[in-house]
């Protein structure tokens, strides 16, 4: 379509302009007396004046972002909008301000500048008196920078406002989160303030109770689950409060959520506040050190004691976890033929698969477990049967893009080590000539000019070695890669990759009963 022509301000319709209206309300606009003008409705009402007033025949489209922050460019609405400008979908784009649309003036200015006219987009801000068809190449270009850095500060300046406000609000007692947390409620007549919640809370007092009296968090967990004691999602699910449904038959108490109860200070009175910070306006939150968190005494009504919350802290984390080992291939592929819950790996000197529900919800029918070792043989097992039952698809197609992926990568690995040997080995040949010239001038006399390099090509040869090594290892796993021939658990990266390219699932109810669903 052809943009409709404007002269001297009347108004000749050659064709229809397609006009794409952006509309943008942050949560810090939202309440207030002097930004009202800002809300969607109004926004939308000036768009549209504005456009009848200049515009014969035009196409609307709206975007919008309704409480989202100008300074990130990551809104849904006005992500949607320039996708749409790079299709050419539409000739201009209409905002009541620039601030609307951005309070980052270096990227509000990139985009009137650069990315618009380049894609052929007219650009229009009505408050600003900003039309990009007039004022592209004129020394208004420095009016509408300067307009978009005051955006830009005034944007920093209210999120500053807004963080010293809340932290006001914070030090004077008031609980401002939007959630209270477990066992509480908002009080009816102030919500800054939290009050007990009766059956909740008797939940909470039972877990204290049962930590007091030596009892471990997954213990609990068993107990609370076997009791039929609703976890705290279905204490807000029976309010109203929120809705949700379970992966499997219902929702389970496990030792994550035990935990997080136990080391809470907020039932023993307290408030904490103050745990994150952002290193810029719209960034993500950054945990900080606990010696900085700030604590609040005797905020509110506890649920259980002081003694009793600090007698728990005493007996708890103490963690004798060893390092860290990377995840089994297998983990998210093998579920419960019982409950459907992802099974679990127990490691030690045989390690095995068990299902948690066995244990924390008492489902008898449960998998109590199956080797490791042996569930991989199996798969192994299995896997090659399968891709031997359909040899034209193997054919056709002998690695998918995942598989090929991890060859490829084994392969250029190997192709770069095989590099580094060669280099070596030059540099071998480099030194070891250069010794036996320094040689032949300590045998003519010139014993001031010798210099041996025994040492250094000691090392060098040390380094072959080690490249030679790892070539011949690189030569392995390239094999591997391409037979199928490998070990689950030594080759992870491998296995990962063609476990995740012909099975959806590995249903175990015993070391009897596996079933594999493959992939279409």
């Given at each position: 379509?052809?943009?409709?022509k404007e002269?001297?301000?009347?108004?000749?319709?050659?064709d229809?302009i397609?006009?794409?209206?952006?509309?943008?309300?942050?949560?810090?606009?939202n309440?207030k007396?002097?930004?009202?003008?800002n809300?969607?409705?109004?926004?939308?009402?000036?768009?549209?004046?504005?456009?009848?007033?200049?515009?014969?025949?035009?196409?609307?489209?709206?975007?919008?972002d309704?409480?989202?922050?100008?300074?990130d460019?990551?809104?849904p609405?006005?992500?949607?909008?320039?996708?749409?400008?790079?299709?050419?979908?539409?000739?201009?784009?209409?905002v009541?301000?620039?601030?609307?649309?951005?309070?980052?003036?270096?990227?509000?200015?990139?985009?009137?500048?650069?990315?618009?006219?380049?894609?052929?987009?007219?650009?229009?801000?009505?408050?600003?008196?900003?039309?990009?068809?007039?004022?592209?190449?004129?020394?208004?270009?420095?009016?509408?920078?300067?307009?978009?850095?005051?955006y830009?500060?005034?944007?920093?300046?209210?999120?500053?406002?807004?963080?010293?406000?809340?932290?006001?609000?914070?030090?004077?007692?008031?609980?401002?989160?939007?959630?209270?947390?477990?066992?509480?409620?908002?009080?009816?007549?102030?919500?800054?303030?939290?009050?007990?919640?009766?059956?909740?809370?008797?939940?909470?007092?039972?877990?204290?109770?049962?930590?007091?009296?030596?009892?471990?968090?997954?213990?609990?967990?068993?107990k609370?689950?076997?009791?039929?004691?609703?976890?705290?999602?279905?204490?807000?699910?029976?309010?109203?409060?929120?809705?949700?449904?379970?992966?499997?038959?219902?929702?389970?108490?496990?030792?994550?959520?035990?935990?997080?109860?136990?080391?809470?200070?907020?039932?023993?009175?307290?408030?904490?506040?103050?745990?994150?910070?952002?290193?810029?306006?719209?960034?993500?939150?950054?945990?900080?050190?606990?010696?900085?968190?700030?604590?609040?005494?005797?905020?509110?009504?506890?649920?259980?004691?002081?003694?009793?919350?600090?007698?728990?802290?005493?007996?708890?984390?103490?963690?004798?976890?060893?390092?860290?080992?990377?995840?089994?291939?297998?983990?998210?592929?093998?579920?419960?033929?019982?409950c459907?819950?992802?099974?679990?790996?127990?490691?030690?000197?045989?390690?095995?698969?068990?299902?948690?529900?066995?244990?924390?919800?008492?489902?008898?029918?449960?998998?109590?477990?199956?080797?490791?070792?042996?569930?991989?043989?199996?798969?192994?097992?299995?896997?090659?049967?399968?891709?031997?039952?359909?040899?034209?698809?193997?054919?056709?197609?002998?690695?998918?893009?995942?598989?090929?992926?991890?060859?490829?990568?084994?392969?250029?690995?190997?192709?770069?080590?095989?590099?580094?040997?060669?280099?070596?080995?030059?540099?071998?040949?480099?030194?070891?000539?250069?010794?036996?010239?320094?040689?032949?001038?300590?045998?003519?006399?010139?014993?001031?000019?010798?210099?041996?390099?025994?040492?250094?090509?000691?090392?060098?040869?040390e380094?072959?070695?080690?490249?030679?090594?790892?070539?011949?290892?690189?030569?392995?796993?390239?094999?591997?890669?391409?037979?199928?021939?490998?070990?689950?658990?030594?080759?992870?990266?491998?296995?990962?990759?063609?476990?995740?390219?012909?099975?959806?699932?590995?249903?175990?109810?015993?070391?009897?009963?596996?079933?594999?669903?493959?992939?279409?």
């Amino acid at each position: 379509m052809r943009k409709q022509k404007e002269s001297g301000g009347s108004k000749d319709a050659v064709d229809i302009i397609r006009i794409a209206i952006y509309i943008r309300l942050s949560k810090a606009d939202n309440g207030k007396v002097q930004e009202e003008s800002n809300s969607i409705s109004m926004q939308r009402i000036l768009i549209r004046k504005y456009i009848t007033s200049k515009f014969t025949s035009c196409q609307i489209t709206e975007y919008q972002d309704d409480g989202f922050p100008g300074t990130d460019f990551n809104r849904p609405g006005v992500q949607k909008l320039l996708e749409d400008a790079r299709n050419g979908k539409f000739d201009c784009v209409v905002v009541k301000d620039f601030s609307r649309f951005g309070r980052d003036y270096i990227e509000v200015g990139s985009y009137l500048e650069q990315i618009f006219p380049f894609l052929g987009i007219r650009f229009i801000s009505i408050n600003d008196h900003y039309d990009s068809a007039s004022y592209q190449g004129s020394t208004t270009d420095l009016d509408v920078n300067f307009r978009n850095l005051l955006y830009d500060l005034y944007s920093k300046d209210l999120s500053q406002k807004v963080k010293t406000s809340l932290r006001a609000r914070k030090e004077g007692g008031q609980y401002i989160s939007a959630n209270a947390p477990f066992g509480y409620e908002k009080a009816p007549d102030d919500r800054h303030m939290l009050v007990i919640c009766e059956d909740e809370a008797a939940v909470v007092r039972k877990i204290f109770s049962l930590a007091l009296q030596g009892v471990t968090s997954s213990q609990t967990a068993r107990k609370l689950n076997l009791e039929n004691v609703p976890a705290p999602i279905e204490f807000k699910i029976r309010k109203g409060k929120t809705s949700r449904k379970p992966k499997g038959d219902k929702f389970y108490w496990n030792n994550s959520v035990i935990c997080s109860i136990l080391r809470n200070p907020v039932y023993a009175g307290d408030l904490e506040y103050g745990k994150t910070e952002k290193e810029q306006v719209g960034g993500r939150g950054i945990l900080k050190a606990r010696t900085e968190w700030k604590v609040i005494r005797n905020h509110h009504v506890p649920v259980i004691s002081r003694e009793d919350f600090e007698a728990v802290q005493k007996n708890r984390g103490k963690s004798h976890r060893k390092g860290k080992k990377s995840r089994h291939p297998l983990i998210g592929k093998a579920v419960c033929g019982c409950c459907r819950h992802n099974l679990q790996v127990r490691e030690g000197l045989n390690p095995y698969f068990t299902c948690y529900n066995r244990y924390m919800a008492g489902l008898e029918g449960c998998v109590i477990k199956v080797n490791a070792m042996f569930l991989e043989q199996v798969v192994l097992f299995r896997l090659e049967q399968h891709k031997e039952s359909r040899p034209f698809l193997e054919e056709q197609n002998p690695a998918t893009e995942e598989t090929g992926r991890y060859q490829q990568g084994f392969k250029e690995k190997r192709d770069g080590l095989l590099r580094d040997l060669r280099q070596a080995e030059r540099e071998y040949g480099r030194l070891k000539q250069e010794h036996y010239k320094n040689y032949e001038l300590y045998s003519l006399g010139k014993r001031a000019e010798f210099h041996s390099l025994r040492t250094d090509m000691e090392k060098q040869r040390e380094a072959i070695q080690k490249l030679q090594e790892q070539v011949f290892k690189a030569d392995e796993q390239v094999h591997k890669a391409e037979t199928g021939k490998f070990i689950i658990d030594e080759d992870a990266g491998l296995a990962s990759g063609i476990i995740e390219q012909y099975i959806d699932e590995i249903v175990i109810y015993d070391e009897k009963n596996i079933e594999i669903k493959w992939k279409v």
